[in-house]
């Protein structure tokens, strides 16, 4: 195989990863629908972390009201 394509997987691998020990640290184990993380893709990660975020916001404080 070569050079280019080795390193694109090696990324997407540490994209995954990187994703998932984040949502680990928030204290989430399985998404939405009830399927373990490491089972799901970095596309279906991103959509979990973006929703794990949101929910960590602090709307009572007055730096972070945004409506």
């Known amino acids: 195989m070569g050079i280019l394509y080795k ?6 691998r540490l994209k995954h ?11 989430i184990t399985v998404s939405q629908q009830g399927i373990p993380l490491d089972q799901l893709t970095y596309e279906e990660l991103k959509y979990e972390y ?5 929910r960590e916001v602090d709307a009572d404080n007055s730096e972070e009201k945004w409506f």
Not at 7 to 12: G, I, L, N, P, R
Not at 17 to 24: D, S, Y
Not at 50 to 54: E, P, R
Request: charged share 25%; glycine share 4%; hydrophobic share 60%.
């Open 50 to 54: 973006v929703l794990a975020s949101f």
């Open 7 to 12: 390193a694109a997987v090696a990324e997407k």
């Open 17 to 27: 990863n990187f994703i998932l020990e984040r949502l680990q640290k928030m204290g």
